[in-house]
């Protein structure tokens, strides 16, 4: 048994939720917040069966897209400088998947 943790893009959970239990896969939500952005995401833990990996991969895969984005990030370049806000392409989205083995799982 494996237990996937994906944090996803808050636009994208809806979307990818419903296509995992639609599948019947079990799911909790966690909501969580980015470091880089301080921007919204979300944390699903998602409990599988080893043969179901490759399925459950490639829903993530086609529901969490990347794309790019252009905000606005404060600077400071030189002690006593006043704070210059710029624009800043960066890229979002996609999903990140840490994949562990269970070694007991019980259901009360």
Known sequence: MKLIVA???????PSLIEDLTEKEFR?????????FLKAGNTT???GIEDEQLDEVIKIIE????????TTSLL??????DTYIPYPLEVKVGGATLFILEV??????
């Not at 086609?62 to 984005?69: A, D, G, L, V």
């Not at 600077?75 to 006593?80: A, F, L, N, Q, S």
């Not at 070694?103 to 009360?108: G, M, Q």
């Open 75 to 80: 600077t400071v370049t030189m002690p006593g």
């Open 44 to 46: 699903l833990l998602i």
């Open 103 to 108: 070694e007991k799982h019980i259901r009360i």
């Open 7 to 13: 944090i996803v893009q808050d636009q994208d959970a």
């Open 27 to 35: 799911i909790t939500k966690l909501s969580s917040t980015g470091g």
């Open 62 to 69: 086609n529901n969490c897209k990347t794309r790019e984005i």
